[in-house]
């Protein structure tokens, strides 16, 4: 398993690769064109059961599905940038 640490709070994440078929299709959040998000980050705390959300761990950012609404009948996601200062595995 890979992990990551936020830039910000310096809270340790660790993240898997999903498979193509459980990955999802949103737009980063700075707007664009769809990407995958192909991975899995474990948020769980241990106390409140948050379990994992997609993701994109890159070099120094992740792109982090964190919510999604409703509006009009279709679904979007929410998505976050967070600065990471390491990415080892």
Request: hydrophobic letters at 30%; glycine letters at 12%.
């Amino acid at each position: 398993m890979q992990w990551f640490t936020h830039k910000e709070t310096g809270k340790q994440f660790y993240y898997a690769r999903l498979s193509g078929e459980e990955s999802v299709m949103a737009p980063p959040p700075h707007g664009g064109k769809d990407m995958i998000y192909s991975q899995c980050i474990f948020v769980d705390d241990g106390k409140h059961g948050q379990g994992w959300r997609y993701g994109v761990v890159l070099t120094s950012v992740a792109y982090v599905i964190v919510d999604e609404k409703e509006e009009d009948g279709r679904t979007w996601w929410v998505t976050e940038r967070w600065p990471i200062t390491r990415n080892e595995g």
